[in-house]
C-alpha cells in the first residue's frame, strides 16, 4: 500500500475499487448489528473464560474462611459472613511451619546462587572459546537438558544415601547447583554480543576475568533475570524432589508440609486445607501480580528460542 | 597461548559438567546396571537376574495397565492441550488491558504448585460437597464420581493438566504468532485468501516449530505425571490412574523392589529417548526454521 494512503489520522483510508467502500443502507445496518452481537459474544466468552481460571482460586480463599458445616452449603456463600481466620492458625500448628518456610527459602535461594556461579562461566567458554572437547561437552549439556528428574530420582536416591546426604539440604540442592537449561540460555545471550566489543576492552589489557565480570555480565543481564524467576519459582514450588530425598523433617520444604495437613487434619477438613494451600499460593500469586510480564517473559519466550 | 589460556575453557566449563555427571548422566547408567539385577535396598549382596525383571514387569497386568493408563493419559492431555490452546492462541493474539488481563489469568496455574492444583482440585472434584459437582447440577446433570470412580479418575486427573497446561501453551503459541512477519499476513490479505486457507496454508506451517516444540514437552511432561497422582489418588481406585513414575516410586520406596523400580524406569528412559530423538530428528528435516 502506498504511503498516500496511510492518510488523516494514520488510519488506512479505502483504495478505489477496494473493499472497503460499502454502500450506506440496510446492510450495512444489519451488517454492523451484527459485528456488534459478535463482539458481545466474544467479551461474555472472555469473562467465561477468566471465570474459569479464576474461580477455583476464588473458592479456595472462600473456602479457607469457612466453618467445617458452612462448607457443605449449598448454593455456596462466596463471602463467608463470619470468616473464621483460625482455620489458618489451625493449618500452622500442624506441623512445623516456620521450619519448612526456612528450608524452602534456604534451599532455593542456594540453588539460585550456585547456578549462576556455574552456568555463568560454563556458557561464556561455550559461547566465546574454541577449545578441543567442547562439542562433545556441550552435547553432554543438551543431553541432560532431556533428562527428567523423574527420570532418575532412584539411582540418585542410592547415591545421595552413600554419600549420607539424604535429608540434609545440601542433597536437596547439590543436584540442582547447575542448570542445562540455565547454561542453554546464556550461551545465546553471550554469543549475541558483538566481537568487537571484547577486542577492545582487551586492548585496553583487562583481564579476562574481568572483561566478563564488568563487561559480558551485565549485558546478559535480562536473560540472568528470567533465569532467577523461573529457577526460584521452580525449586520454591517442588514436591517430587524433597518428598522423596526426605524421611524425616530434618529438610522437608512448604509444599510438603502442605500436602501433609491431610495426613493431620484428616480427609474432610477442606476448610484447613484450603488455609494451608492459602499459606502456600499467595507470595507466588501476589508476586505474579506484581511483575506479570517479567514472569511470563521468563517462561513463555525462553522456551521458544 | 600460555597453559592457563588452554586450560581456562575447561576450569570454566568443568563446575557444571561435574555436576551433570554426578547427578543426571552417571544415575541414568547405573539405573541400567540395577535394572538387572535382584535387590531390595537393606541386603548387602546384589542377585544378578539378567533381563528377568523386564520379563515379569511386561508379563504382569498391573503393569501392563500402567503403561496404558499412561499412554491414555498422554495422548489425551497432549492433544487437548495442544489443539485447545492454538484456538484460544488465535483468539487472544490481541493487545490491550483486557486481553492482558485474560492472558494472566489463563497463565497463572502454570507457575503454581502442583501441591496445591492437586489439592485445590481433590475439593473442587469432591464427590458430596465439591464445586463442580454444584456447577454441573446447575445444568440439570447428575453427580459426578471424579477421581473416586475408575470410569472418570483418569480423564478428571487430565482435566486438571489441561486446566495447568492450557495458559502455558497458548501464550508460547502466541509468541510464535507474533514472530511470524505481518507482511506475510497483509499478502494473504491482498491475495483475498480466504481465512481457513490462509490458516492451514500460512499459519500452521509457520507455526510448525512452535507446535513441534509443545508437542514434545507436553508429551515428556505427562510421561513423567507424579504429583497429581502422588496427591489426588494414589494411582487409584483399582489402579485406574497408577502410571509410570508413580509405579516406580512405589516399587522402590514402599515395596524396596529397587532392580524391578529400575527396569520400570529404563522403560520410561527408553519412552523420553525416542521422543527426544523423534524432535530432534523432525527439527533438522522437515520442519520450517527460521
Given at each position: 500500500m502506498e504511503p498516500a494512503n496511510r492518510a488523516f489520522d494514520g488510519h488506512t483510508v479505502a483504495v478505489p475499487g477496494g473493499r472497503m467502500l460499502e454502500a450506506p443502507g440496510r446492510p450495512a445496518l444489519v451488517r454492523s448489528a451484527a459485528v456488534l452481537l459478535l463482539k458481545a459474544l466474544n467479551v461474555a466468552a472472555l469473562l467465561l473464560l477468566v471465570l474459569i481460571f479464576a474461580m477455583p482460586f476464588v473458592w479456595m480463599l472462600s473456602t479457607s474462611l469457612k466453618t467445617l458445616p458452612e462448607?457443605?452449603?449449598?448454593?455456596?456463600?462466596?463471602?463467608?459472613?463470619?470468616?473464621?481466620?483460625?482455620n489458618y492458625a489451625s493449618a500452622w500448628q500442624t506441623g512445623p511451619f516456620l521450619h519448612y518456610i526456612t528450608n524452602s527459602a534456604v534451599i532455593s535461594v542456594s540453588i539460585l546462587l550456585l547456578q549462576m556461579l556455574t552456568i555463568i562461566p560454563a556458557a561464556y567458554a561455550f559461547a566465546r572459546y574454541r577449545f578441543v572437547g567442547s562439542g562433545f561437552l556441550f552435547s553432554l549439556v543438551m543431553v541432560t537438558l532431556m533428562i527428567p528428574t523423574q527420570l532418575i530420582f532412584l539411582p540418585v536416591y542410592l547415591e545421595l544415601s552413600a554419600f549420607k546426604l539424604l535429608n540434609t539440604h545440601l542433597g536437596l540442592i547439590l543436584p540442582f547447583a547447575s542448570s542445562a537449561f540455565g547454561i542453554f540460555l546464556l550461551r545465546q545471550a553471550f554469543r549475541q554480543i558483538p566481537e568487537e566489543l571484547v577486542e577492545a576492552s582487551r586492548l585496553d589489557q583487562a583481564k579476562e576475568w574481568k572483561i566478563i565480570i564488568r563487561i559480558m555480565v551485565p549485558m546478559v543481564k535480562p536473560v540472568l533475570v528470567t533465569f532467577a524467576l523461573f529457577s526460584f519459582i521452580a525449586h520454591w514450588n517442588d514436591y517430587f524432589w524433597p518428598l522423596v530425598m526426605t524421611t524425616n523433617e530434618t529438610a522437608r520444604t512448604l509444599p510438603i508440609g502442605i500436602a501433609k495437613i491431610r495426613e493431620v487434619?484428616?480427609?474432610?477438613?477442606w476448610n484447613i486445607l484450603m488455609a494451608g494451600n492459602v499459606i502456600l499460593v499467595a507470595p507466588i500469586l501476589a508476586a505474579f501480580f506484581l511483575a506479570q510480564k517479567h514472569i511470563i517473559k521468563a517462561f513463555v519466550y525462553n522456551g521458544v528460542k | 597461548m600460555t597453559v592457563w589460556e588452554r586450560l581456562r575453557p575447561y576450569s570454566m566449563v568443568a563446575p557444571a559438567i561435574i555436576v551433570f555427571a554426578m547427578f543426571f548422566i552417571y544415575p541414568i547408567f547405573y539405573m541400567m546396571y540395577l535394572s538387572l539385577f535382584d535387590w531390595n535396598?537393606?541386603?548387602?549382596t546384589k542377585t544378578f537376574v539378567g533381563i528377568q525383571n523386564f520379563v515379569d514387569l511386561l508379563s504382569e497386568p498391573d503393569f501392563r495397565q500402567v503403561l496404558s493408563n499412561t499412554t491414555l493419559y498422554t495422548v489425551l492431555t497432549v492433544t487437548l492441550t495442544t489443539g485447545l490452546s492454538l484456538f484460544m492462541a488465535i483468539w487472544l493474539n490481541r493487545s490491550g488491558f483486557f486481553y492482558g488481563l485474560v492472558q494472566g489469568a489463563i497463565f497463572?496455574?502454570?507457575?503454581?504448585s502442583l501441591v496445591s492444583i492437586s489439592l485445590l482440585w481433590s475439593w473442587l472434584m469432591d464427590?458430596?460437597?465439591?464445586l463442580l459437582n454444584w456447577v454441573i447440577g446447575l445444568f440439570g446433570f447428575g453427580k459426578l464420581e471424579w477421581l473416586s470412580h475408575p470410569s472418570t479418575s483418569l480423564i478428571s486427573l487430565v482435566i486438571v493438566a489441561v486446566w495447568k497446561g492450557l495458559g502455558y501453551n497458548t501464550l508460547v503459541f502466541i509468541a510464535g504468532l507474533q514472530s511470524i512477519p505481518q507482511d506475510i499476513y497483509e499478502a494473504a490479505s491482498l491475495d483475498r485468501s480466504r481465512p481457513w486457507t490462509t490458516f492451514t496454508r500460512l499459519i500452521l506451517p509457520m507455526l510448525s516449530p512452535t507446535i513441534f516444540f509443545l508437542v514434545i514437552i507436553n508429551l515428556i511432561g505427562s510421561f513423567q505425571v507424579f504429583e497429581t497422582i502422588a496427591i489426588?489418588?494414589?494411582?487409584g481406585p483399582v489402579n485406574s490412574t497408577n502410571t509410570l513414575v508413580y509405579y516406580i516410586y512405589e516399587a522402590g520406596f514402599r515395596f524396596f523392589k529397587i532392580g524391578y523400580a529400575s527396569a520400570a524406569g529404563v522403560i520410561l528412559l527408553f519412552i523420553v529417548g525416542i521422543l527426544t530423538i523423534v524432535y530432534f530428528r523432525l527439527l533438522s528435516s522437515r520442519v520450517h526454521y527460521r
Amino acid at each position: 500500500m502506498e504511503p498516500a494512503n496511510r492518510a488523516f489520522d494514520g488510519h488506512t483510508v479505502a483504495v478505489p475499487g477496494g473493499r472497503m467502500l460499502e454502500a450506506p443502507g440496510r446492510p450495512a445496518l444489519v451488517r454492523s448489528a451484527a459485528v456488534l452481537l459478535l463482539k458481545a459474544l466474544n467479551v461474555a466468552a472472555l469473562l467465561l473464560l477468566v471465570l474459569i481460571f479464576a474461580m477455583p482460586f476464588v473458592w479456595m480463599l472462600s473456602t479457607s474462611l469457612k466453618t467445617l458445616p458452612e462448607t457443605m452449603i449449598f448454593p455456596p456463600e462466596w463471602i463467608p459472613r463470619n470468616p473464621v481466620w483460625s482455620n489458618y492458625a489451625s493449618a500452622w500448628q500442624t506441623g512445623p511451619f516456620l521450619h519448612y518456610i526456612t528450608n524452602s527459602a534456604v534451599i532455593s535461594v542456594s540453588i539460585l546462587l550456585l547456578q549462576m556461579l556455574t552456568i555463568i562461566p560454563a556458557a561464556y567458554a561455550f559461547a566465546r572459546y574454541r577449545f578441543v572437547g567442547s562439542g562433545f561437552l556441550f552435547s553432554l549439556v543438551m543431553v541432560t537438558l532431556m533428562i527428567p528428574t523423574q527420570l532418575i530420582f532412584l539411582p540418585v536416591y542410592l547415591e545421595l544415601s552413600a554419600f549420607k546426604l539424604l535429608n540434609t539440604h545440601l542433597g536437596l540442592i547439590l543436584p540442582f547447583a547447575s542448570s542445562a537449561f540455565g547454561i542453554f540460555l546464556l550461551r545465546q545471550a553471550f554469543r549475541q554480543i558483538p566481537e568487537e566489543l571484547v577486542e577492545a576492552s582487551r586492548l585496553d589489557q583487562a583481564k579476562e576475568w574481568k572483561i566478563i565480570i564488568r563487561i559480558m555480565v551485565p549485558m546478559v543481564k535480562p536473560v540472568l533475570v528470567t533465569f532467577a524467576l523461573f529457577s526460584f519459582i521452580a525449586h520454591w514450588n517442588d514436591y517430587f524432589w524433597p518428598l522423596v530425598m526426605t524421611t524425616n523433617e530434618t529438610a522437608r520444604t512448604l509444599p510438603i508440609g502442605i500436602a501433609k495437613i491431610r495426613e493431620v487434619e484428616g480427609g474432610g477438613t477442606w476448610n484447613i486445607l484450603m488455609a494451608g494451600n492459602v499459606i502456600l499460593v499467595a507470595p507466588i500469586l501476589a508476586a505474579f501480580f506484581l511483575a506479570q510480564k517479567h514472569i511470563i517473559k521468563a517462561f513463555v519466550y525462553n522456551g521458544v528460542k | 597461548m600460555t597453559v592457563w589460556e588452554r586450560l581456562r575453557p575447561y576450569s570454566m566449563v568443568a563446575p557444571a559438567i561435574i555436576v551433570f555427571a554426578m547427578f543426571f548422566i552417571y544415575p541414568i547408567f547405573y539405573m541400567m546396571y540395577l535394572s538387572l539385577f535382584d535387590w531390595n535396598f537393606v541386603s548387602p549382596t546384589k542377585t544378578f537376574v539378567g533381563i528377568q525383571n523386564f520379563v515379569d514387569l511386561l508379563s504382569e497386568p498391573d503393569f501392563r495397565q500402567v503403561l496404558s493408563n499412561t499412554t491414555l493419559y498422554t495422548v489425551l492431555t497432549v492433544t487437548l492441550t495442544t489443539g485447545l490452546s492454538l484456538f484460544m492462541a488465535i483468539w487472544l493474539n490481541r493487545s490491550g488491558f483486557f486481553y492482558g488481563l485474560v492472558q494472566g489469568a489463563i497463565f497463572s496455574p502454570h507457575i503454581i504448585s502442583l501441591v496445591s492444583i492437586s489439592l485445590l482440585w481433590s475439593w473442587l472434584m469432591d464427590p458430596e460437597y465439591g464445586l463442580l459437582n454444584w456447577v454441573i447440577g446447575l445444568f440439570g446433570f447428575g453427580k459426578l464420581e471424579w477421581l473416586s470412580h475408575p470410569s472418570t479418575s483418569l480423564i478428571s486427573l487430565v482435566i486438571v493438566a489441561v486446566w495447568k497446561g492450557l495458559g502455558y501453551n497458548t501464550l508460547v503459541f502466541i509468541a510464535g504468532l507474533q514472530s511470524i512477519p505481518q507482511d506475510i499476513y497483509e499478502a494473504a490479505s491482498l491475495d483475498r485468501s480466504r481465512p481457513w486457507t490462509t490458516f492451514t496454508r500460512l499459519i500452521l506451517p509457520m507455526l510448525s516449530p512452535t507446535i513441534f516444540f509443545l508437542v514434545i514437552i507436553n508429551l515428556i511432561g505427562s510421561f513423567q505425571v507424579f504429583e497429581t497422582i502422588a496427591i489426588m489418588t494414589q494411582g487409584g481406585p483399582v489402579n485406574s490412574t497408577n502410571t509410570l513414575v508413580y509405579y516406580i516410586y512405589e516399587a522402590g520406596f514402599r515395596f524396596f523392589k529397587i532392580g524391578y523400580a529400575s527396569a520400570a524406569g529404563v522403560i520410561l528412559l527408553f519412552i523420553v529417548g525416542i521422543l527426544t530423538i523423534v524432535y530432534f530428528r523432525l527439527l533438522s528435516s522437515r520442519v520450517h526454521y527460521r
